[in-house]
Each structure stands twice: as structure tokens, then as C-alpha cells.
């Protein structure tokens, strides 16, 4: 029976490239509205994770849904215009465009242009002060702003994020976050990646620990939390022996 409330489900996925398999068997329940951290050492699984549900990877087993339609193999692009927005590892900017023209790009040709900038800018002043600056001239933190607000001025229904800290020093971290828990306050169902679980600690409801391609805890980041340490020396163990 599919929760009425889920709006992505996983079933028995299992993913990979060119004959490697990467997801073994994940089973996944993200109910409308939650904000789940997928943590997991490197290599685990965690961006072939969110790339399944982007559409970007097809499962070689198992299915997909998005509010309990079945969306296995379904395009990407039309994910995306679904309300699926994926910001990808190493910022999801075109660094050629300016702060302005990413933002245009995000909401698409049905939205006036100062609405998306005004909604944008009114979350990140300092991105205002930027508007012409090319996207790739800004500091890390500044573009990761332009990627979060890509999510604010396409009004996504599911934001997945992957590893917005990377490079990042940790206040920057947190000023981001914070603007994460804002979009997740309206209504937006956020499945964030991150390698430390305290990084996020405090935005999400649920966290999962992905360690060779399979979930391995599920549950409320402090009951996990404890555990995570010896699930990811295990998994070394496991590579070493
Ligand atoms: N495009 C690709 N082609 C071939 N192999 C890939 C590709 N992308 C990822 N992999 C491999 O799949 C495995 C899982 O990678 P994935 O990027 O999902 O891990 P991750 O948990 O996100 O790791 P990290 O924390 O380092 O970002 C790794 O062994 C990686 O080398
Ligand atoms: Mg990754």
C-alpha cells in the first residue's frame, strides 16, 4: 500500500553504470513536506541516489514514483517541469550568465522577470547587489545562492540538494541551510545529501545512511546519529578485508 501522503517512493531499486551496480535494493518512502538527509560515506551511492529520482539515471530494476505515479525512464526535463528540482554537486550554475539570466533561466518564459528577481532577491539581498556579474565570477557561497534560488523562483514541489557545503566555510553553510528550512516551510519537500550528519542536523526530519548502495538506518537523526560512526567504520572494514 503506497502512503497517501508519499510523494516519492522508491521500490526495489537498483542502479548503476556500465555494468557496475551502484543502488542495491533501495526501498524509500519520502513522504510530501519532509526534509530527509541521505548520509553516507563516498562512493555510497548518495548522488546515483538523487540522480534516480531526477530522472538523470534509470533503474536497471525496481521503480520510481512521484506522487504515486510511476515515473521510471520518464525524461528528465519533464521531471523537472513536473516540479523536481535538482541542484547538483559543484553548484548548479551557468557560470557564463549573469545572476540575472540563471535566475530567468530557473523560472522559465511564463513568469515576468521582475517578479523572479524580486522574489529571489528578497531571500539573497547580496545576490541584488550582483545582479550583472557573471555567475562564475561570484564567491562559492554566493553561487550556491543562485542555485537555491533557482528552487525558490521555479516553485519545485521536491528540492533535491547534493552537498551544498562542499568548499564552503561552515557559517556560510548555515546562512544556506537556513534559507533551506525557509523553502521547506512552504511545502516543499527537500531530500538533502551530505557526507556529516551534523551539518544538517538541525534542518532535517528523518535522515538515511547509504553505505554500498543500500539503506543500512532510517529514523529520526538523533536516534541514527549514535549509529552512523560504527555503520561507516563496518563498511571500511568491509572494503579493507
Ligand atoms: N557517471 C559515472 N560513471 C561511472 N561510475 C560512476 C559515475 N558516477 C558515479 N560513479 C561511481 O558510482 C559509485 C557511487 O558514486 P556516487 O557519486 O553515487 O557516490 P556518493 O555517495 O555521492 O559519493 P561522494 O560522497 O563522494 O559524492 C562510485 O564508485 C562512483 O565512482
Ligand atoms: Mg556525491
Redesign the pocket.
Known sequence: MIPLDSLIELRGVHA???G?E?LRGIDLVVPAGQVLAVL??????????L?VIAGLVRPTRGDVLFGGRRVTGVDPVALARAGLCLIP?GRGVFANLTVAENLWLAAGSDRSREVVESRAFEVFPRLGERRDQLAGSLSGGEQQMVALSRALVSDPAVLLL??LSMGLAPMVVDDLYRRVVDIARMGVTVVV?E?FVRTISHIADRGIA?IS?RIVLDGRIEEISPQLHSAYFSSSEEVST
Request: aromatic share 4%; net charge negative.
Open positions: 548503476g553504470y556500465e557496475v551502484v553516507g560515506p563516498n562512493g555510497a551511492g548518495k548522488t546515483t541516489l540522480s554537486e547534493d552537498e545529501v557526507q547509504v548502495g
